[in-house]
Protein backbone atom coordinates (compact mmCIF):
# COMPACT_ATOMS: atom_id res chain seq x y z
CA UNK A 1 0.00 0.00 0.00
CA UNK A 2 1.03 3.45 -1.11
CA UNK A 3 0.92 5.86 1.39
CA UNK A 4 0.55 9.61 -0.01
CA UNK A 5 1.11 12.58 1.87
CA UNK A 6 -1.11 15.73 1.28
CA UNK A 7 -0.06 19.08 2.80
CA UNK A 8 -2.31 22.20 2.97
CA UNK A 9 -1.68 24.50 -0.10
CA UNK A 10 -1.87 28.32 1.19
CA UNK A 11 -4.06 30.63 -1.63
CA UNK A 12 -4.56 34.06 -1.93
CA UNK A 13 -8.06 35.62 -3.30
CA UNK A 14 -7.44 37.65 -5.94
CA UNK A 15 -8.55 41.17 -4.85
CA UNK A 16 -8.55 42.27 -8.39
CA UNK A 17 -10.15 40.69 -10.96
CA UNK A 18 -10.03 41.70 -14.71
CA UNK A 19 -12.10 40.31 -17.58
CA UNK A 20 -12.55 41.27 -21.13
CA UNK A 21 -15.52 42.47 -22.64
CA UNK A 22 -17.29 43.62 -26.24
CA UNK A 23 -17.10 46.88 -24.32
CA UNK A 24 -13.54 46.67 -22.83
CA UNK A 25 -12.18 45.60 -19.50
CA UNK A 26 -14.15 45.24 -16.58
CA UNK A 27 -12.27 45.76 -13.71
CA UNK A 28 -14.23 43.62 -10.51
CA UNK A 29 -13.00 44.98 -7.11
CA UNK A 30 -12.94 42.70 -3.87
CA UNK A 31 -15.53 44.43 -1.53
CA UNK A 32 -14.36 42.21 1.36
CA UNK A 33 -10.93 43.08 1.91
CA UNK A 34 -9.07 46.61 3.00
CA UNK A 35 -8.84 49.14 0.97
CA UNK A 36 -4.94 49.12 1.29
CA UNK A 37 -4.88 45.78 0.26
CA UNK A 38 -6.94 46.50 -2.87
CA UNK A 39 -4.58 49.25 -3.56
CA UNK A 40 -1.99 47.01 -3.54
CA UNK A 41 -3.10 44.01 -5.92
CA UNK A 42 -4.09 47.18 -8.26
CA UNK A 43 -0.99 48.01 -8.51
CA UNK A 44 0.69 44.64 -8.87
CA UNK A 45 -1.36 43.70 -11.77
CA UNK A 46 -1.00 46.99 -13.63
CA UNK A 47 2.48 47.17 -13.02
CA UNK A 48 4.07 43.71 -13.21
CA UNK A 49 1.24 41.34 -14.55
CA UNK A 50 -1.59 40.94 -17.16
CA UNK A 51 0.42 43.14 -19.21
CA UNK A 52 -0.79 41.47 -22.48
CA UNK A 53 -4.33 42.60 -21.99
CA UNK A 54 -3.54 45.68 -20.41
CA UNK A 55 -1.24 47.00 -23.26
CA UNK A 56 -2.38 48.29 -26.60
CA UNK A 57 -4.83 50.53 -28.51
CA UNK A 58 -6.97 52.51 -26.27
CA UNK A 59 -9.46 50.18 -24.10
CA UNK A 60 -12.16 51.36 -22.47
CA UNK A 61 -12.52 50.77 -18.28
CA UNK A 62 -15.33 50.11 -16.04
CA UNK A 63 -14.43 49.28 -12.50
CA UNK A 64 -17.12 47.67 -10.34
CA UNK A 65 -17.01 48.35 -6.72
CA UNK A 66 -19.56 45.66 -5.36
CA UNK A 67 -20.68 47.02 -1.92
CA UNK A 68 -17.52 48.93 -1.22
CA UNK A 69 -18.47 52.62 -0.74
CA UNK A 70 -15.55 54.56 -2.22
CA UNK A 71 -15.23 58.40 -1.62
CA UNK A 72 -14.31 60.95 -4.16
CA UNK A 73 -10.98 60.67 -3.02
CA UNK A 74 -10.08 56.80 -3.36
CA UNK A 75 -11.90 56.40 -6.29
CA UNK A 76 -9.22 59.06 -7.78
CA UNK A 77 -6.78 56.76 -5.94
CA UNK A 78 -7.65 53.88 -7.50
CA UNK A 79 -8.33 55.23 -11.37
CA UNK A 80 -4.72 57.29 -10.85
CA UNK A 81 -3.33 53.77 -10.75
CA UNK A 82 -5.22 51.76 -13.90
CA UNK A 83 -4.21 55.50 -15.77
CA UNK A 84 -0.32 54.97 -15.08
CA UNK A 85 -0.96 52.63 -18.20
CA UNK A 86 -1.67 55.46 -21.34
CA UNK A 87 -4.18 53.59 -22.98
CA UNK A 88 -6.72 52.27 -20.11
CA UNK A 89 -9.63 54.84 -20.34
CA UNK A 90 -11.65 54.96 -17.74
CA UNK A 91 -15.17 55.03 -18.62
CA UNK A 92 -17.16 54.41 -15.60
CA UNK A 93 -16.70 53.77 -11.56
CA UNK A 94 -20.25 51.84 -10.00
CA UNK A 95 -21.12 50.12 -6.65
CA UNK A 96 -23.98 48.69 -5.30
CA UNK A 97 -24.68 51.32 -3.06
CA UNK A 98 -26.06 54.83 -2.66
CA UNK A 99 -24.39 57.43 -0.90
CA UNK A 100 -25.92 59.40 2.28
CA UNK A 101 -26.86 62.09 0.10
CA UNK A 102 -28.85 59.40 -2.34
CA UNK A 103 -30.21 57.84 0.58
CA UNK A 104 -31.71 61.43 2.12
CA UNK A 105 -32.94 62.69 -1.35
CA UNK A 106 -35.02 59.18 -1.55
CA UNK A 107 -35.99 59.73 2.09
CA UNK A 108 -37.41 63.40 1.63
CA UNK A 109 -39.38 62.21 -1.46
CA UNK A 110 -41.29 60.14 1.37
CA UNK A 111 -41.83 63.45 3.15
CA UNK A 112 -44.10 66.48 3.22
CA UNK A 113 -43.68 68.71 0.89
CA UNK A 114 -45.67 71.97 2.52
CA UNK A 115 -46.52 75.07 0.01
CA UNK A 116 -48.14 77.77 1.00
CA UNK A 117 -49.67 79.96 -1.97
CA UNK A 118 -52.27 79.87 -4.44
CA UNK A 119 -52.01 78.06 -7.68
CA UNK A 120 -53.84 80.67 -9.60
CA UNK A 121 -54.69 79.76 -13.98
CA UNK A 122 -51.71 78.75 -15.67
CA UNK A 123 -49.52 77.95 -12.97
CA UNK A 124 -47.93 74.39 -12.00
CA UNK A 125 -47.27 73.29 -8.87
CA UNK A 126 -45.57 69.68 -8.37
CA UNK A 127 -43.57 67.78 -6.26
CA UNK A 128 -41.99 64.68 -5.81
CA UNK A 129 -43.36 62.71 -2.09
CA UNK A 130 -46.74 63.91 -0.83
CA UNK A 131 -47.41 67.49 -1.14
CA UNK A 132 -49.65 69.95 1.45
CA UNK A 133 -50.63 72.61 -0.15
CA UNK A 134 -51.82 75.29 2.37
CA UNK A 135 -54.26 77.78 -0.26
CA UNK A 136 -56.37 77.58 -2.77
CA UNK A 137 -55.65 76.07 -6.61
CA UNK A 138 -58.03 78.45 -9.28
CA UNK A 139 -59.64 77.31 -12.47
CA UNK A 140 -56.64 76.68 -14.98
CA UNK A 141 -54.45 76.09 -12.01
CA UNK A 142 -52.34 72.70 -11.91
CA UNK A 143 -50.87 70.39 -9.29
CA UNK A 144 -48.97 67.09 -9.71
CA UNK A 145 -47.51 65.00 -7.34
CA UNK A 146 -45.53 61.70 -7.37
CA UNK A 147 -47.59 61.10 -4.02
CA UNK A 148 -50.42 62.25 -1.78
CA UNK A 149 -52.11 65.71 -2.50
CA UNK A 150 -53.63 67.68 0.36
CA UNK A 151 -54.94 70.92 -0.28
CA UNK A 152 -56.22 72.91 2.69
CA UNK A 153 -58.41 75.12 0.50
CA UNK A 154 -60.33 75.44 -2.42
CA UNK A 155 -59.69 73.50 -5.15
CA UNK A 156 -60.75 73.85 -8.21
CA UNK A 157 -58.35 73.33 -10.87
CA UNK A 158 -56.54 70.35 -12.44
CA UNK A 159 -54.98 67.68 -9.54
CA UNK A 160 -52.81 64.86 -10.49
CA UNK A 161 -51.42 62.70 -7.92
CA UNK A 162 -49.60 59.58 -8.50
CA UNK A 163 -47.94 60.76 -11.89
CA UNK A 164 -44.77 57.73 -11.03
CA UNK A 165 -48.32 55.48 -11.22
CA UNK A 166 -48.79 55.15 -7.56
CA UNK A 167 -52.34 53.93 -7.58
CA UNK A 168 -52.89 54.01 -3.87
CA UNK A 169 -52.43 57.71 -3.03
CA UNK A 170 -55.17 60.07 -2.70
CA UNK A 171 -56.01 63.51 -3.56
CA UNK A 172 -57.88 65.37 -0.40
CA UNK A 173 -59.17 69.19 -0.29
CA UNK A 174 -61.05 71.53 2.22
CA UNK A 175 -63.51 71.95 -0.86
CA UNK A 176 -63.54 69.58 -3.21
CA UNK A 177 -64.70 70.96 -6.99
CA UNK A 178 -62.02 70.51 -9.41
CA UNK A 179 -62.37 70.91 -13.11
CA UNK A 180 -60.73 67.39 -13.11
CA UNK A 181 -58.88 64.82 -11.00
CA UNK A 182 -56.29 62.46 -11.73
CA UNK A 183 -54.85 59.51 -9.83
CA UNK A 184 -52.23 57.48 -11.70
CA UNK A 185 -53.48 56.30 -15.08
CA UNK A 186 -57.56 56.95 -13.94
CA UNK A 187 -59.09 60.01 -14.99
CA UNK A 188 -62.00 61.44 -13.49
CA UNK A 189 -64.85 62.95 -15.27
CA UNK A 190 -65.26 66.51 -15.46
CA UNK A 191 -67.47 69.47 -14.70
CA UNK A 192 -71.12 68.19 -13.36
CA UNK A 193 -70.29 65.62 -10.62
CA UNK A 194 -68.29 68.09 -8.87
CA UNK A 195 -71.43 70.86 -8.53
CA UNK A 196 -73.26 69.05 -6.01
CA UNK A 197 -70.36 69.13 -3.45
CA UNK A 198 -71.84 68.38 -0.07
CA UNK A 199 -69.58 70.40 1.81
CA UNK A 200 -66.87 69.40 4.56
CA UNK A 201 -63.25 67.43 3.76
CA UNK A 202 -63.26 65.09 1.23
CA UNK A 203 -60.41 62.71 -0.75
CA UNK A 204 -60.39 60.99 -4.01
CA UNK A 205 -59.15 57.26 -4.51
CA UNK A 206 -59.07 54.37 -6.47
CA UNK A 207 -60.93 51.52 -5.93
CA UNK A 208 -60.35 48.69 -8.78
CA UNK A 209 -59.75 51.29 -11.11
CA UNK A 210 -62.48 53.53 -10.21
CA UNK A 211 -62.14 56.80 -8.87
CA UNK A 212 -64.66 57.33 -5.88
CA UNK A 213 -64.75 60.34 -3.50
CA UNK A 214 -65.80 59.80 0.61
CA UNK A 215 -66.07 62.30 3.59
CA UNK A 216 -62.49 62.44 4.97
CA UNK A 217 -63.74 60.28 8.01
CA UNK A 218 -63.77 57.30 6.06
CA UNK A 219 -60.01 57.65 4.90
CA UNK A 220 -58.97 55.45 8.24
CA UNK A 221 -61.45 52.54 6.44
CA UNK A 222 -59.89 53.20 2.58
CA UNK A 223 -56.40 53.96 3.70
CA UNK A 224 -55.90 52.43 7.10
CA UNK A 225 -51.96 52.76 6.64
CA UNK A 226 -51.78 55.98 4.80
CA UNK A 227 -50.11 57.65 8.27
CA UNK A 228 -48.17 54.79 9.20
CA UNK A 229 -46.04 54.12 5.86
CA UNK A 230 -45.01 57.88 5.69
CA UNK A 231 -43.35 57.87 8.92
Known sequence: MVSVEVKQVTTVKSKVTIKGTKEGLVFFMDDACSFDELLADLREKIEHSHQQILSGPLIRVSIKLGKRYCTPEQQEQLTQIIRQKGNLVIHTVEADVITREEALAERLKTQFSVKVNTVRSGQVLEY???????????????????????VLGHLRGYAHAGISGDSQVIIAAAVMSPTQLRIADVISKPGEEWTTNSGGTEFAYLENDTMLVAKMNYLPRIRPELGEQRL
Request: charged share 15%; aromatic share 4%; net charge negative.
Open 128 to 150: DGDLLLLGDVNPGGIVRSTGNIY
